[in-house]
């Protein structure tokens, strides 16, 4: 077993990658304001976004779900890797040799599990391809590639390969590179044999697929040869890396653009994918293997930031299989907020079949959007049916009607349902609007519940108007904090100063008590801060700082708060032109006035019950403790900060 990684490298591995240039690898990021950066979180499903990034910070949260951390902790969560794991990939990445301080330097058997699948993959990736390169007996596979248009540059663009025939020569290399037979197995790279493991692609052609963070995860592979026995397409069997129904061919290649153009057009084949980014159309993707589907969706949706305006184009070949798959893709059609098409050559011929025949400038031309899938979805529905006779025609609306009544937006079921009202050749287009917008309100009587209890609602500023853990509380069981309160506003403010901006409220920070934050949740990440070292510690290193803070939490609820209040950004009032020693000067008096009222009350409730009865000395104390505390609030209202 490893070693633990030594601490000084975990730093520089925390400083020496971005976070922004890491979440940016999963899902489109934009200018979020005060220097932060938002998107859809990759963790949970929503419709606008509330996952931000804070660079400057190291840090970042989803104010919907709550989840939240450095870089370390978003690789840990978005590809289910241990700590570990997660610093040897982002110190790969970066170029940093870690040491290990019980176990020296990292041997290759220590690699923790998925980090091994994946660098086997990418040396089986680089072994194939050199195969394709080079090997003699790849003359067919190149012989298969240029009957299709495809020359050796463009093989080496997309890395496709070539594995041998026979039944072990990658699993002898790879043997040779250090790796176990379990692992060859666990990787899917090879399958149990008679006498051990064998190769699971052999006299194929082979297309690495990669994750949309580029690691080869697994393959597709291609039959060759009239011998082989097997499915035309084979590809990687499920793994701790692969889920063929969580993969898009080409994604890696892809999503910069896809995110660029607002714009992914989904083929079908491997072959596909390159015939259109060759073409020029470089936002295209394919499935694996199975058809296109939720967790398709959820990628694409992270890399189109649910924009209106955004384009999803679905060429399918023009058969009946092509056209159940189109289908297919209309069930999950209303998970998008984009406009959906599906495009169809005339001839029927897939991209690839179409630039062979006609060129780039068709492949270009076929993807520009043609049909708006509901269009298709309803024309197949209703070609079922005799339109020539009523009963024909009211079957038809029978089975259209529910189709159209899923589509949310109101204004555009109205617009489909008088469309569909002309394709039936209905002359009453009132009698099929209002029968859809009933079945649309039918739908929402039994299915629509209104927002979930745990979901936070946002004011303007994009700041939760409360707080809520995963129970809808407190993390230490207090009750939801509603930022209405001015009391708990101003405590949320000076506690995000003290995150983000220690260098304004040092060192009087750090003689705030824990009691003078009045709010569960608030006292914890004070407590959390004092435990730290405090926010003077802060200055000097702000994103080492952040982390401490966050490990000296007690829990995972106090955690999400740090990284939530270390990433939202600070709400300044009217009239405040920055955020500056003057404005955070104002916050650190508000809450020690108000902690300053609290006590004065108390204690002019003690009066009051000593007053007559009580004892002379002790009553004398607290006559002098009010008078003290009276003054200190008389010279914080003059004076402001300067009286700290």
Request: proline residues 5%; negative net charge; glycine residues 10%.
């Amino acid at each position: 077993m490893a070693g633990r990684i030594n601490d000084e490298d975990v730093k520089a591995v925390r400083d020496a990658v971005p976070i922004d240039a890491v979440v940016s690898e999963y899902l489109q990021l934009r200018n979020a304001g005060g220097g932060n950066l938002k998107g859809l979180c990759p963790f949970h499903d929503e419709k606008s976004p509330s996952f931000q990034v804070s660079p400057s910070k190291g840090f970042f949260h989803c104010f919907g779900c709550q989840e939240g951390g450095d870089t370390l902790t978003f690789v840990m969560k978005i590809d289910h890797l241990t700590f570990s794991e997660a610093v040897e990939r982002l110190a790969g990445q970066a170029g940093i040799t870690l040491r290990y301080e019980e176990g020296g330097y990292n041997p290759s058997h220590q690699r923790g599990e998925r980090i091994r699948l994946v660098e086997a993959h990418k040396i089986a990736a680089q072994w194939y391809a050199e195969q394709l390169a080079t090997g003699p007996e790849a003359d067919t596979g190149r012989a298969f590639l240029a009957d299709r248009g495809f020359d050796q540059a463009a093989a080496e663009h997309f890395s496709v390969g070539y594995s041998p025939q026979g039944w072990d020569h990658l699993t002898r290399f790879l043997r040779g590179k250090g790796f176990s037979d379990k692992e060859l197995l666990l990787s899917g790279l090879a399958q149990e044999g008679r006498r051990g493991p064998i190769d699971r692609f052999r006299g194929r052609l082979m297309w690495p697929i990669r994750d949309i963070g580029g690691d080869v995860v697994g393959f597709g592979a291609r039959k060759l040869y009239e011998a082989d026995n097997g499915p035309k397409y084979l590809n990687t069997p499920d793994t701790a890396i692969y889920k063929k129904s969580q993969v898009l061919y080409g994604i890696d290649l892809a999503k910069k653009d896809i995110a660029k153009a607002s714009r992914a057009v989904v083929v079908e084949g491997y072959t596909d994918v390159m015939a259109c980014h060759l073409a020029g159309v470089t936002t295209a993707i394919a499935t694996c293997g199975t058809a296109f589907g939720g967790d398709h969706i959820k990628i694409l949706r992270r890399l189109l930031m649910d924009n209106g305006s955004a384009r999803v184009i679905f060429t399918f070949d023009g058969d009946a299989a092509g056209q159940k798959a189109a289908l297919r893709a209309f069930e999950d059609d209303q998970k998008f907020a984009a406009e959906t098409y599906i495009a169809i050559a005339p001839d029927g011929m897939d991209p690839c079949d179409l630039r062979l025949a006609k060129g780039d400038d068709a492949v270009a031309d076929l993807v520009e959007p043609r049909t708006p899938l509901f269009e298709f979805a309803l024309r197949q529905i209703v070609s079922r049916y005799d339109l020539d006779t009523p009963a024909g025609r009211a079957s038809a609306l029978d089975e259209a009607a529910p189709v159209v009544a899923r589509i949310k937006n109101s204004g555009a079921q109205h617009e489909v349902a008088v469309q569909l009202a002309g394709m039936l050749g209905i002359l009453d287009t009132q009698f099929v609007v209002k029968r859809i917008a009933q079945l649309a309100r039918w739908a929402r009587d039994r299915g629509g519940k209104g927002p979930a209890p745990d979901r936070p609602q946002r004011g303007s500023g994009g700041a939760p108007q409360q707080y809520a853990g995963p129970a809808g509380q407190g993390p230490r069981g207090g009750p939801a904090l509603n930022l209405r309160n001015p009391v708990f506003a101003t405590e949320r403010e000076l506690l995000k100063l003290a995150l983000q901006r220690p260098e304004l409220v040092s060192p009087a920070f750090d003689a705030y008590g824990v009691d003078e934050f009045t709010a569960p949740p608030y006292a914890a990440v004070r407590e959390a801060i004092l435990e730290a070292g405090g926010a003077e510690s802060g200055v000097e290193d702000p994103q080492g700082y952040l982390v401490r803070v966050r490990e000296a939490a007690p829990d995972d609820a106090v955690r999400a708060t740090v990284t939530e209040l270390a990433v939202e950004a600070i709400m300044l009032h009217r009239g405040v032109k920055g955020v500056d020693d003057v404005y955070a000067g104002a916050q650190l008096v508000t809450v020690r006035r108000r902690a300053v009222e609290r006590r004065i009350r108390d204690i002019t409730g003690r009066l009051t019950r000593l007053t007559g009865h009580g004892d002379p000395a002790e009553l004398a104390a607290v006559q002098n403790e009010l008078w003290v505390l009276q003054q200190y609030d008389q010279t914080l209202r003059v004076q402001g900060a300067a009286a700290l």
